[in-house]
């Protein structure tokens, strides 16, 4: 009996392994696009098997149930209704842009009917992919890989000549990930080419003008808001659309009176009109809109209409404010600018995409032009020797009689002529129609404009110049036969309009949050005090108060936070939970009282640990390190849309509390300080620490020794001189300056802050510690407050162990310490 080949492995890496593979074959084999084509797998082979079977636009249509028999047959092992169902999103106009397949038959509608089955539908070649897309395909412009059992090559990537990535957008869920790119305008997307071409250094403000926002197929109307913005500059956000509605006067019939009714004629993308319609109905009978009479669609072959009529007594205005306010007729549009490049998954900004584009175009040209000079240099080739032939024809036929068969003609040949093989075959199939003077001046005349496109091809591969003068006229003529207008119009002050709407949507905390704002004199501050009481304070009675001064002595409440109100700064609460929310201190003038009053939802029974006011910069991030030791990055553009809730930013195990939140610039340092007294001192890049999302759980920082906790992180400007001082539970301090502190590694041991003599009976360890400030307040085990001796640090030495100047009563000890929160220019 044969041995069984068994060979035992672990379930959990097995798991591991098998679900990361699947991972990947999803993102790089189905869900995401490629940014230089802008297609899926399975679109780039059903453009690939239309372009084998012949079907371009000039030919009949063929079934398309030919031609996804021969996608599945040959490139894509899947379902074949997956691939009915890409194609026929490739026809239907109300989904893409630019259509890249011309449809016959049934193929859905916009009312989300569904397509005819494949055998009764048919198609070919759309005529903006077959020349913007394929033309050059045999051109050894794209690299080809075997399929799936490797009887067949395909195209790696098509060789595009317009950026269909942002011309039709596309939308796909990968495992982790998803993309949404909206479609755009072809007019724009080829100026804005050809200004970068033009001008590389080329703006982002200049660029957001030649792109002002997406043109969808079903029109609309975009608000211009800082969504776009986002999208474009960052790679996501979210962009605001609208149908296009106008009221007019509806004559019902003779004898019946006129009422005012509601006319769309657009609606936002992907927008179900049926199902739009039927929730709109829904509204209505259940009584949570009145003013409605009658909906009726009225959308035949010349255009969509929807009539919504409206009661005599009834203002449609309003109405049509509502239908925007409540209903999808105003959606948003979550864009994700997400695609493979190089076959990996990468966010890109509208620049980087655009770029990406135009290396690979150069690409394609260069690898073209080399193909189309190799064709000539070998029709050269040929013709000169046919030339050579034809002058010397006497002497040639001669040779040729005089040879015994066609091996030895073609050696003759060679020898006698001084010419290669090739040379010799195409003078040996030289018709006898080639020796009529015609013929020769038709020979010399080809050989004059293979000299001409012999050097323009050899100086567009020489000359990068020239390269990109001919992408910019190739660019133009491509704009000039399939570009079009705009269909979506764009809509100035969207900002405030999606303001009102959240107003109206959120009447309670959004409209009251305004009103209570415009209540407030500017000239205020916010204090948060010790006791973590909030409240609005003049600053006059502030300056009376002295309780920004650094001479001040004491002070029973000291305040944890002064921010002033000018400039209507968004203070983040962090809790210990890994939970942030913005405060919502504005209704403070009128009713000041304890944080959790003015606490987001979710927030209210949590601990927190920081505030922290976001400021105007670009750049800043998020750090965010756990008692375990781990820390994650976070980009401040992921929490800029939290205003009136609570969210999770950090997932901790039990019993791990998040121990600080910071904020800071790309190239600072990160300081992390135990209570034994080490020190890690790290450099925050990009590289080393990486933005992460809001799921993530952040990578080992520091390993922490059995009984060592971490007491506080800092982070510090790169080049900026300041002094960490380390407060023992013995009441004394040691100072170190941080440019002097070694830059460590991750998981690194550090340095040793203070050396510690523990007895029998005690253990000296760090309690707290902060950066240079002079407003410093002690707090002891008996709820007293006194300030910090800061004139005592400042004139210490560096790295000497002293106590400090307190009067402290008998067993009275540190137990905390207060470092205030104050605008940089106090």
Same mark, same amino acid.
């Given at each position: 009996?044969?041995?069984?080949?068994?060979?035992?492995?672990?379930?959990?890496?097995?798991?591991?392994?098998?679900?990361?593979?699947?991972?990947?074959?999803?993102?790089?084999?189905?869900?995401?696009?490629?940014?230089?084509?802008?297609?899926?797998?399975?679109?780039?082979?059903?453009?690939?098997?239309?372009?084998?079977?012949?079907?371009?636009?000039?030919?009949?249509?063929?079934?398309?149930?030919?031609?996804?028999?021969?996608?599945?047959?040959?490139?894509?092992?899947?379902?074949?209704?997956?691939?009915?169902?890409?194609?026929?999103?490739?026809?239907?106009?109300?989904?893409?842009?630019?259509?890249?397949?011309?449809?016959?038959?049934?193929?859905?509608?916009?009312?989300?009917?569904?397509?005819?089955?494949?055998?009764?539908?048919?198609?070919?070649?759309?005529?903006?992919?077959?020349?913007?897309?394929?033309?050059?395909?045999?051109?050894?412009?794209?690299?080809?890989?075997?399929?799936?059992?490797?009887?067949?090559?395909?195209?790696?990537?098509?060789?595009?000549?317009?950026?269909?990535?942002?011309?039709?957008?596309?939308?796909?869920?990968?495992?982790?990930?998803?993309?949404?790119?909206?479609?755009?305008?072809?007019?724009?997307?080829?100026?804005?080419? +050809?200004?970068?071409?033009?001008?590389?250094?080329?703006?982002?403000?200049?660029?957001?003008?030649?792109?002002?926002?997406?043109?969808?197929?079903?029109?609309?109307?975009?608000?211009?808001?800082?969504?776009?913005?986002?999208?474009?500059?960052?790679?996501?956000?979210?962009?605001?659309?609208?149908?296009?509605?106008?009221?007019?006067?509806?004559?019902?019939?003779?004898?019946?009176?006129?009422?005012?009714?509601?006319?769309?004629?657009?609606?936002?993308?992907?927008?179900?009109?049926?199902?739009?319609?039927?929730?709109?109905?829904?509204?209505?009978?259940?009584?949570?809109?009145?003013?409605?009479?009658?909906?009726?669609?009225?959308?035949?072959?010349?255009?969509?209409?929807?009539?919504?009529?409206?009661?005599?007594?009834?203002?449609?205005?309003?109405?049509?404010?509502?239908?925007?306010?409540?209903?999808?007729?105003?959606?948003?549009?979550?864009?994700?600018?997400?695609?493979?490049?190089?076959?990996?998954?990468?966010?890109?900004?509208?620049?980087?995409?655009?770029?990406?584009?135009?290396?690979?175009?150069?690409?394609?040209?260069?690898?073209?032009?080399?193909?189309?000079?190799?064709?000539?240099?070998?029709?050269?080739?040929?013709?000169?020797?046919?030339?050579?032939?034809?002058?010397?024809?006497?002497?040639?036929?001669?040779?040729?009689?005089?040879?015994?068969?066609?091996?030895?003609?073609?050696?003759?040949?060679?020898?006698?002529?001084?010419?290669?093989?090739?040379?010799?075959?195409?003078?040996?199939?030289?018709?006898?129609?080639? +020796?009529?003077?015609?013929?020769?001046?038709?020979?010399?005349?080809?050989?004059?404009?293979?000299?001409?496109?012999?050097?323009?091809?050899?100086?567009?591969?020489?000359?990068?110049?020239?390269?990109?003068?001919?992408?910019?006229?190739?660019?133009?003529?491509?704009?000039?036969?399939?570009?079009?207008?705009?269909?979506?119009?764009?809509?100035?002050?969207?900002?405030?309009?999606?303001?009102?709407?959240?107003?109206?949507?959120?009447?309670?905390?959004?409209?009251?949050?305004?009103?209570?704002?415009?209540?407030?004199?500017?000239?205020?501050?916010?204090?948060?005090?010790?006791?973590?009481?909030?409240?609005?304070?003049?600053?006059?009675?502030?300056?009376?108060?002295?309780?920004?001064?650094?001479?001040?002595?004491?002070?029973?409440?000291?305040?944890?936070?002064?921010?002033?109100?000018?400039?209507?700064?968004?203070?983040?609460?962090?809790?210990?939970?890994?939970?942030?929310? +913005?405060?919502?201190?504005?209704?403070?003038?009128?009713?000041?009282?304890?944080?959790?009053?003015?606490?987001?939802?979710?927030?209210?029974?949590?601990?927190?640990?920081?505030?922290?006011?976001?400021?105007?910069?670009?750049?800043?991030?998020?750090?965010?390190?756990? #008692?375990?030791?781990?820390?994650?990055?976070?980009?401040?553009?992921?929490?800029?849309?939290?205003?009136?809730? #609570?969210?999770?930013?950090?997932?901790?195990?039990?019993?791990?509390?998040?121990?600080?939140?910071?904020?800071?610039?790309?190239?600072?340092?990160?300081?992390? +300080?135990?209570?034994?007294?080490?020190?890690?001192?790290?450099?925050?890049?990009?590289?080393?620490?990486?933005?992460?999302?809001?799921?993530?759980?952040?990578?080992?920082?520091?390993?922490?020794?059995?009984?060592?906790?971490?007491?506080?992180?800092?982070?510090?400007?790169?080049?900026?001189?300041?002094?960490?001082?380390?407060?023992?539970?013995?009441?004394?301090?040691?100072?170190?300056?941080?440019?002097?502190?070694?830059?460590?590694?991750?998981?690194?041991?550090?340095?040793?802050?203070?050396?510690?003599?523990?007895?029998?009976?005690?253990?000296?360890?760090?309690?707290?510690?902060?950066?240079?400030?002079?407003?410093?307040?002690?707090?002891?085990?008996?709820?007293?407050?006194?300030?910090?001796?800061?004139?005592?640090?400042?004139?210490?030495?560096?790295?000497?162990?002293?106590?400090?100047?307190?009067?402290?009563?008998?067993?009275?000890?540190?137990?905390?310490?207060?470092?205030?929160?104050?605008?940089?220019?106090?």
């Amino acid at each position: 009996m044969a041995k069984e080949r068994l060979k035992p492995i672990s379930l959990h890496q097995e798991m591991q392994r098998s679900y990361l593979e699947y991972a990947m074959s999803v993102i790089v084999g189905r869900a995401l696009p490629d940014a230089r084509d802008g297609l899926k797998p399975v679109q780039r082979r059903i453009l690939f098997a239309m372009h084998e079977l012949g079907l371009t636009p000039d030919r009949p249509y063929r079934k398309c149930a030919r031609v996804v028999g021969d996608v599945l047959g040959k490139y894509h092992p899947h379902g074949d209704q997956a691939v009915y169902d890409a194609l026929v999103r490739q026809v239907q106009i109300f989904s893409s842009r630019y259509p890249i397949l011309d449809g016959h038959g049934n193929f859905g509608s916009i009312d989300d009917d569904p397509p005819a089955a494949m055998r009764y539908t048919e198609t070919r070649l759309a005529p903006i992919s077959n020349d913007a897309i394929l033309s050059e395909i045999d051109q050894e412009t794209v690299d080809f890989s075997p399929n799936f059992d490797g009887s067949q090559q395909e195209p790696d990537v098509l060789p595009a000549q317009l950026p269909f990535l942002l011309l039709n957008g596309s939308a796909g869920i990968a495992v982790g990930m998803a993309t949404s790119i909206p479609p755009h305008n072809l007019n724009e997307v080829v100026e804005a080419l +050809i200004a970068i071409v033009k001008n590389p250094s080329l703006s982002e403000e200049r660029l957001l003008e030649i792109i002002p926002g997406p043109d969808f197929p079903t029109g609309g109307e975009i608000l211009i808001s800082n969504g776009i913005k986002e999208t474009y500059t960052k790679g996501r956000g979210s962009i605001t659309m609208r149908g296009i509605a106008h009221i007019e006067e509806i004559i019902p019939g003779k004898g019946k009176h006129k009422r005012s009714g509601i006319i769309i004629t657009e609606l936002p993308y992907q927008l179900n009109k049926a199902n739009w319609i039927e929730k709109l109905a829904d509204l209505v009978n259940n009584g949570k809109v009145s003013g409605i009479a009658d909906i009726r669609d009225e959308s035949d072959r010349d255009g969509m209409r929807i009539l919504v009529e409206i009661k005599r007594d009834s203002d449609p205005e309003k109405i049509l404010d509502f239908l925007y306010q409540k209903t999808s007729l105003q959606s948003n549009f979550g864009a994700i600018l997400l695609a493979l490049v190089n076959g990996q998954p990468v966010q890109l900004t509208l620049r980087k995409l655009l770029d990406n584009f135009l290396e690979f175009r150069e690409n394609t040209i260069l690898l073209r032009s080399n193909y189309l000079l190799k064709k000539i240099k070998s029709r050269q080739e040929i013709v000169e020797a046919l030339i050579q032939a034809i002058n010397n024809l006497r002497e040639i036929i001669n040779l040729i009689e005089k040879s015994k068969d066609i091996a030895e003609a073609k050696n003759n040949l060679i020898n006698s002529l001084k010419i290669n093989e090739r040379q010799a075959d195409g003078i040996l199939g030289m018709p006898l129609k080639k +020796i009529t003077s015609l013929e020769k001046t038709s020979l010399k005349n080809e050989i004059k404009d293979l000299k001409l496109k012999r050097d323009d091809l050899e100086s567009i591969i020489n000359n990068r110049e020239q390269l990109m003068k001919l992408m910019i006229k190739e660019l133009r003529e491509l704009k000039k036969r399939f570009g079009s207008s705009r269909k979506t119009k764009l809509i100035e002050g969207g900002d405030a309009l999606i303001a009102e709407r959240i107003a109206n949507q959120r009447p309670n905390k959004e409209l009251q949050r305004i009103n209570a704002l415009k209540e407030l004199s500017i000239d205020s501050e916010i204090i948060i005090q010790s006791n973590n009481e909030i409240k609005i304070v003049p600053s006059i009675t502030i300056k009376k108060l002295k309780l920004k001064e650094s001479n001040q002595e004491k002070y029973f409440l000291p305040p944890k936070l002064i921010w002033p109100i000018k400039n209507e700064p968004k203070i983040l609460a962090i809790s210990e939970l890994g939970k942030i929310g +913005i405060l919502k201190w504005e209704f403070a003038g009128q009713n000041p009282g304890p944080l959790e009053k003015f606490l987001p939802a979710g927030l209210e029974n949590d601990k927190i640990i920081n505030f922290i006011p976001l400021p105007n910069k670009k750049g800043m991030s998020l750090g965010l390190i756990s #008692s375990d030791g781990k820390f994650k990055r976070i980009a401040i553009s992921e929490i800029t849309d939290i205003s009136n809730r #609570s969210t999770t930013i950090l997932k901790l195990k039990d019993k791990i509390k998040l121990k600080s939140c910071l904020i800071f610039e790309e190239n600072s340092y990160l300081l992390v +300080i135990s209570n034994i007294g080490r020190i890690i001192k790290l450099k925050i890049t990009e590289n080393e620490f990486p933005c992460m999302g809001k799921l993530a759980k952040g990578s080992n920082i520091i390993k922490l020794f059995p009984g060592e906790s971490i007491v506080d992180v800092f982070t510090v400007e790169d080049k900026q001189i300041k002094n960490l001082i380390l407060i023992t539970n013995k009441n004394s301090f040691i100072k170190h300056n941080i440019q002097e502190i070694e830059i460590s590694k991750k998981g690194e041991l550090g340095t040793i802050g203070i050396n510690f003599k523990d007895t029998k009976k005690t253990k000296d360890r760090v309690i707290n510690c902060f950066i240079d400030n002079e407003y410093i307040y002690i707090k002891t085990n008996k709820d007293r407050y006194e300030k910090l001796d800061t004139k005592q640090i400042n004139s210490h030495p560096y790295k000497k162990e002293k106590k400090l100047n307190l009067s402290l009563k008998e067993n009275e000890f540190i137990k905390s310490i207060l470092s205030m929160i104050l605008p940089e220019n106090n």
